[in-house]
């Protein structure tokens, strides 16, 4: 079955430093999102995107935060200068088409120390 | 918006023990799906059911729209069934961003 890529599985960055996760969706999906999860609290949901531009961001994303989808196949979440408060699981889904269910990376657990 | 509920919020299991997990939602939904949460952290999909049953191995859930809830079936569990489920659902509208329960808990002692 198909799966949704990230990477890496983990990483620990420097307060103020910049970071890049990354995401390989399936190939044939059209609408990419980005979720996190602050440990031991709800899912939120941080950005949609579709057609090379962001369709809906929450109110979590920021300036500090952008989305790119640079060559086609990639979908990368940036974080400008991160925060203590950025230390979450990151999750990248995509889907085909809207409301046929969403499939879902395992995430990326972001640490900023 | 959209509220989800999930029940119960913490379950401890013996290995083998069979177990019923609760999803409830305020409005009708176009998409609700099933996760688990393994306690590395990652996140695995399970069910994309708005309607009806589907079943996967041990693993099963039921979505009755009209009354809006569904539930997730774990039979004969194993420890490595450990983790947090998680109900979301899509709220009508373009984007259709997942609204997410607080999760079940699960234990699964050997």
């Known amino acids: 079955e198909p799966e949704v890529t990230q990477t890496p599985s983990h990483q620990v960055t420097q307060m103020g430093q910049e970071v890049i996760l990354r995401c390989v969706p399936i190939s044939n999906h059209l609408y990419f999102y980005w979720y996190r999860q602050i440990l031991g609290q709800k899912v939120e949901f941080l950005v949609s995107?579709?057609?090379?531009?962001?369709?809906?961001k929450s109110e979590i994303f920021d300036d500090q935060f952008s989305v790119e989808r640079p060559d086609g196949s990639n979908f990368t979440l940036k974080i400008r200068s991160t925060k203590l408060e950025d230390s979450a699981m990151y999750f990248c889904?995509?889907?085909?088409?809207?409301?046929?269910?969403?499939?879902f990376g395992s995430g990326t657990r972001l640490t900023v120390v | 918006g959209i509220q989800v509920e999930q029940s119960p919020p913490d379950l401890i299991l013996q290995e083998g023990a069979n177990s019923t997990l609760r999803c409830n939602f305020s409005?009708?939904?176009?998409?609700l799906q099933w996760f688990h949460q393994n306690p590395w952290g990652q996140l695995i999909n399970l069910f994309y059911?708005?309607?009806?049953?589907k079943q996967n191995g041990r693993l099963s859930a039921t979505t009755v729209a009209t009354e809006r809830y569904s539930l997730l079936y774990i039979s004969s569990s194993q420890t490595t069934d450990s983790g947090v489920y998680f109900c979301?659902?899509?709220?009508?509208?373009?984007?259709?961003?997942?609204?997410w329960g607080l999760g079940t808990s699960l234990a699964v002692n050997p």
């Open positions: 409005d009708s939904v176009n998409n």
């Open positions: 979301a659902v899509d709220r009508a509208g373009n984007n259709r961003k997942l609204i």
């Open positions: 995107f579709y057609n090379n531009e962001i369709s809906e």
């Open positions: 889904a995509s889907g085909w088409s809207l409301g046929y269910g969403y499939t």
């Open positions: 059911i708005p309607s009806g049953t």
